[in-house]
Structures are given as structure tokens and as C-alpha cells.
């Protein structure tokens, strides 16, 4: 990354404005980061309705939410750039424009691979927009105090989104199809356009270093093989050959493309930030707690709508507790922060995640919701919320303000691959230890009751419980048909508490790391790339 002087007119004019014009454009750009983590929420209310009616498997819902990740993560380093250097607020307009379009498409899907291919370009467009929106934060926002609490109202933002994406596309389910959660993104798109050209300032670097192609196709090559290899491996075995050979296809990639980025004169991933401590383990940090979250709201999502066989707008109200715990902790956890450290903030977080993840994974069949489940998405939400923002803050120190678009990139790339490990990992766990635990019996079934198709969705997807619950049955098979539904429960609730276990270890491992090698002494409105110059790190 070249530091550069903002261009007249741009970073240095949005510093300037009122106060009331900052807030403003900062409630434009947090709309706009809504609508972004809004359509995953919404997404995941509908997966149930789209198992059933694109008889897809788990597999397939993975691809569902993944297909936004990847193409998301894999392309905001480059829109970053793009951003810095065209423009922001363009950028935020072109992004935002492109998920109405693409929204409008998969509401008009009619298969399972038009869904995904929606979804891909959704997440394209995403892209575009994301970055832009806590660089302008960081060039409107530049006295340190001023920009921590924007941070942590754009932290926070992702809390609300949680909070209303549930509800709203469990209301809109309950009276529209699952298509109905694509359509709602196109009026929240437009709105957000109008209020962006009306409030927020253009901003942009003066210059801007070269687009390194070849390690953006590297990056989103390596990730993307990974994330397939990690999702289709209950298919096929963990061990089997094309498991295998995905997994070693995917480290020569990542192993490539780190390779490329040391050597290239212009990366896209400025890998000389990562000897900064102050950046790279925050996002270690917040790469592993997406991983988490992500993980968790997928397995959520398969637990009361599969298990306890809530309606769409049932599961929104029963999933508030997590939303409100977010919206609640990330402000006051990013404003902690600046008086206890960033280092005290991410280890509570992190052993409070893994706290939520552990009786998370001890929930059953029977487990009432009022008690422990309510527990762990309240500390799931406290704990994701701890980490975030003063993660955020501090990544966002360690680069100047004239590239705040391509830091930016940097702190959303290692939410969003997190994120989609999170859901590829954790899912196919809990896939592949439910389809052990029941897939004989599926087999054992007659053909009369189930054809081969029915029994393959049934054998591997722990959400086609609702299928089975709500399909016609012969009086005289009602007993058996109890007693297999009862286990199919039984078993999505083993493979949850696997998949939560390894959730809680990799959590726990990263609070070590960050507490034995992160500084623990609070910057205390130091820019980190201040304190990085001083002590002498090129």
C-alpha cells in the first residue's frame, strides 16, 4: 500500500464537515451496511422453505449462504482499491444498484442453481459497496474518539441487522413464499441510494497502487476450493480422494498467493501489515469469532426450525435474544476498550464465545428454551459484539486514512472468509455425524413411504425433518414414522454438539494466542500507525 496525500476536495473535505452533516452521511452509510448484512439473516430464515421446494440437500443450503461469502470475500480486496482510487461513494451507489438488480433475479429463480448463481452476484456487488463504507467512516470520522464510537455504531449496525433479518423474513414467510426475502432487498437498496447521493461526500485517494490481478484470482481460487472441498466432504468422505485432492489444491493456492504478495511490488494484501501485532491478531480475532457466529446461526437455524418445528416467524422471535445482545454490547464494548485495551476486550470476548458455543453444543432434543439457549445466544451476541468493534478500531489504525477503502477490504475479508469456514466446517460436522447416526435407518425405509430421492434429502440434510413432519402418512405407520423423526432430532442435535465442540477449541486456543502475544497496554488515541513508525517495524 502506497500512503498518499488525499486529493483536495475528497478525504480531506469529508474530515471537514458539520457536525450534523457527519451525522447524516453516517446514518446513509450505515443503511446501506444493512442492507449488505440484512440479506444473510433473511437468507438463512428461508433456508427450510428452500429445502423443501428446491429439494435441496445440506450441501446445497450451504452453497445457498456461501455462494454470497466467497464471491463477497474474494472480491474486497480488489473493490477496496477499486474504491479508493474511482471514488467510494460511487462505488457504495454501483454496489448498492447491483444487489437491487441481483436481488430482483433470485426472487425470480425458479432452481436451486439459479438461487446460488443469485446469490453469487449478490454477494459481487456487496462487495463493492462494503469497504466502501467504513472508509468513508474513517475519513469523516478522524479525531480518535469521534471514530471509535462511528465504528461501534457500524458494528452495532450488524446487531440490528441480526435483530430484524429473523423477524422480518419470518413475518414475510409466513404470508409470501421464500422468494418474498429477495424482493424485500430491492426498496432497502433504493432508499439507501437516495439517502447515500443525498448525505454522504465523495472521497478517494490522490493515488493508488496498480490492481494486483493475479493474487485477487489467487486468493478467490484458493478460498473458493478450501470452502467446496470442506462442504462436499460428507459427500464423499473427509479422507476420501476428492477430498484429498481438494484440500491439497486449496493450500497450493493460499500457498501461491502468499507467495505472490511478498514478491509483487503492488499487492493486494499488504502482507508487511501483518508484522504489526496490533493488526494481524484482531484479525485473527475476528476471523475466528465469524467463524463461530456464522457457524452457530447456520446450526440455529436446523435446531428450531428442524427440531423444534417453529414456523419461519417463531424462529425471528426466538433468535432476538442473540440480536439485542449484539446491538447491545458492540457500542459499549468498542468505548471499553479505549480505557481497559484492545487485548482485555478480545480475550473476554473470545472465552465468552467459546463459553456460549460449549452450552450451546449441550443442548437437546428436550432442552427448554428458557434456560440454556437462551443463555448461550445471549452470550453468542455478547461475545461476538466484544470482539468486533475494538477489532475493528484498531485494524483500522494500522492503515492511512487516504487507503481506508483497502484497509477496509483487509477487516471485511477476514470476517467474511470466517464467516463461510464457519458455515462449510461447522455444517458439514454436524452433516456428517447425523448422517452416520441415521442414515441406516433412512435406508431401512420402504419404498412405498420414501423413494430414493426423499431418502437421500432425508439422510443428509438435518433441516428436511419439517419435510417428513409435515408429509401424509398411513394411520397404521404413524407410530414408526414418531419414532423416526424423534431420532432424527436425536441425531441433528449430535452433530450440532460436534460441530460446537470444535467451535469451542479453535476459540479457546485463539484467546491464548491473542493474550500471550497481543500487547496489552491501551493505545490510548495513538494511531497504530504512528505507534508502528516509532518503534521502528518497516
Excluded at 477496496?80 to 444498484?97: E, K, P, Q, V
Excluded at 424482493?183 to 441510494?193: D, K, Q, T, Y
Aim: hydrophobic share 55%; proline share 4%.
Amino acid at each position: 500500500m502506497t500512503v498518499s496525500t488525499a486529493s483536495p476536495g475528497s478525504g480531506q473535505a469529508a474530515a471537514e464537515l458539520p457536525q450534523r452533516a457527519k451525522v447524516a452521511a453516517l446514518i446513509a452509510i450505515c443503511l446501506a451496511e444493512l442492507l449488505v448484512v440484512l440479506d444473510n439473516t433473511l437468507v438463512n430464515v428461508a433456508l427450510p422453505s428452500m429445502a423443501v421446494q428446491l429439494q435441496a440437500d445440506m450441501s446445497g443450503l450451504q452453497w445457498i449462504v456461501d455462494a454470497f461469502t466467497l464471491a463477497f470475500s474474494g472480491l474486497l480486496l480488489a473493490m477496496g482499491h477499486l474504491g479508493d482510487r474511482f471514488g467510494r461513494r460511487l462505488f457504495m451507489i454501483i454496489g448498492l444498484s447491483g444487489v437491487a438488480v441481483m436481488s430482483a433475479a433470485g426472487a425470480l429463480s425458479s432452481g436451486l442453481g439459479q438461487v446460488i448463481a443469485a446469490r453469487a452476484g449478490m454477494g459481487v456487488f456487496a462487495a463493492v459497496v462494503f469497504p466502501a463504507t467504513l472508509a468513508l467512516i474513517t475519513n469523516i470520522f478522524t479525531a480518535a474518539r469521534e471514530r471509535a464510537a462511528a465504528i461501534a455504531l457500524w458494528t452495532a449496525m450488524a446487531g440490528i441487522a441480526v435483530a430484524i433479518g429473523p423477524t422480518v423474513g419470518g413475518w414475510l414467510l409466513e404470508y409470501f413464499s421464500w422468494h418474498s426475502v429477495f424482493w424485500i432487498n430491492v426498496p432497502v437498496a433504493l432508499v439507501g441510494i437516495g439517502a447515500v447521493l443525498a448525505t454522504v461526500p465523495e472521497s478517494r485517494a490522490d493515488q493508488v497502487d496498480r490492481l494486483d490481478r493475479i493474487g485477487i484470482l489467487l486468493s478467490l481460487a484458493g478460498v473458493t476450493a478450501l470452502v467446496w472441498s470442506i462442504i462436499e466432504a460428507p459427500k464423499h468422505g473427509w479422507f476420501a480422494t476428492e477430498s484429498l485432492a481438494g484440500y491439497l489444491l486449496s493450500i497450493a493456492l493460499l500457498a501461491a498467493f502468499v507467495g505472490w504478495e511478498l514478491r509483487v511490488p503492488t499487492p493486494v494484501l499488504n502482507m508487511r501489515l501483518f508484522r504489526n501485532r496490533r493488526f494481524a491478531l484482531p484479525s485473527l480475532a475476528i476471523t475466528v469469532s465469524y467463524f463461530s457466529a456464522f457457524g452457530f446461526l447456520f446450526l440455529i437455524t436446523q435446531y428450531f426450525q428442524g427440531v423444534k418445528e417453529l414456523s419461519p416467524l417463531e424462529f425471528g422471535i426466538h433468535s432476538l435474544p442473540f440480536a439485542v445482545a449484539v446491538g447491545f454490547g458492540a457500542p459499549i464494548a468498542t468505548m471499553l476498550a479505549q480505557r481497559v485495551g484492545t487485548t482485555a476486550m478480545l480475550v473476554s470476548g473470545l472465552l465468552i464465545l467459546a463459553v456460549a458455543m460449549y452450552i450451546a453444543g449441550r443442548t437437546t432434543v428436550e432442552t427448554p428454551y428458557l434456560g440454556p439457549v437462551v443463555v448461550s445466544m445471549i452470550l453468542m451476541g455478547l461475545g461476538f459484539a466484544v470482539v468486533q468493534g475494538p477489532a475493528t478500531e484498531s485494524i483500522m489504525g494500522a492503515v492511512p486514512i487516504e487507503e481506508a477503502g483497502a484497509g477496509s477490504a483487509v477487516n471485511d475479508t477476514t470476517r467474511e472468509v470466517g464467516g463461510a469456514l464457519g458455515v462449510a466446517l461447522l455444517g458439514s460436522i454436524m452433516t456428517s455425524v447425523y448422517a452416520g447416526k441415521i442414515g441406516g435407518r433412512i435406508d431401512a425405509i420402504p419404498a412405498q413411504i420414501m423413494n430414493a430421492q426423499q431418502k437421500e434429502l432425508a439422510g443428509n440434510t438435518p433441516i428436511s425433518i419439517i419435510g417428513i413432519v409435515k408429509a401424509p402418512v398411513n394411520p397404521l405407520l404413524a407410530q414408526a414414522k414418531s419414532e423416526l423423526i424423534h431420532a432424527m432430532k436425536v441425531a441433528a442435535m449430535q452433530g450440532a454438539e460436534a460441530a460446537s465442540y470444535v467451535a469451542v477449541g479453535t476459540l479457546v486456543v485463539c484467546a491464548v494466542i491473542v493474550a500471550a502475544t497481543l500487547p496489552w497496554r491501551p493505545e490510548r488515541g495513538r494511531s497504530i500507525l504512528m505507534g508502528w513508525r516509532e518503534s521502528g517495524e518497516d
